[in-house]
């Protein structure tokens, strides 16, 4: 029997459905080829739970840092052109494996990190002190996601 090596994006992708709250919406953008030609989905996912719509996009990375390299500017840039709209907003789900940490962190921080040209990545330490941790508890060998106080805060309109 052949080993067939999993696809980490897709079993995080599979995490966040599963964990997310019944009362909300979460759909998956269709993947198309055309993204490699600048054409677009802004995100992986957009989740509805009143009165917000929130794009969502999912990286899952080893290592201390989300390379630059990961986060195609064409998404940065539908992503920020969707959140000039009232009610609507936008970020990146970030999951470090190897620290087992999952934060969200809204496109705006993206952005003027991207702009400042310092790095050529974005550390687990910006994520920390810029972001929302999203906590999790492992079950058996997949996450379960706790994403009510997350939520809770575009509620409150506090992002």
């Given at each position: ?5 999993k ?11 599963d964990s997310?709250?019944?009362d ?14 600048g054409?677009s989905?802004p995100?992986?996912f ?7 719509l929130i ?13 630059l390299?990961?986060i ?5 840039k539908?992503?920020?052109?969707a ?14 494996r ?5 934060y ?7 952005q ?15 994520f920390?002190e ?5 906590p ?7 996450y ?7 939520l ?8």
């Amino acid at each position: 029997m052949a080993y067939k090596k999993k696809n980490m994006g897709k079993v995080f992708e599979k995490e966040v459905k599963d964990s997310m709250p019944e009362d909300c919406f979460l759909e998956r953008y269709k993947d198309d080829t055309s993204g490699f030609y600048g054409v677009s989905n802004p995100a992986d996912f957009r989740l509805y739970k009143y009165p917000v719509l929130i794009l969502l996009e999912l990286k899952t990375h080893k290592g201390k840092s989300l390379p630059l390299s990961k986060i195609r500017e064409s998404q940065l840039k539908g992503m920020l052109k969707a959140v000039e709209y009232y009610g609507v907003y936008g970020g990146y789900l970030v999951n470090f494996r190897d620290l087992e940490e999952t934060y969200y962190l809204s496109v705006g921080y993206v952005q003027n990190f991207f702009e400042s040209g310092t790095r050529k990545s974005i550390p687990v330490e910006f994520f920390r002190e810029n972001g929302f941790i999203i906590p999790s508890q492992k079950k058996r060998s997949l996450y379960r996601y706790d994403f009510s106080d997350w939520l809770r805060r575009y509620g409150d309109e506090v992002c």
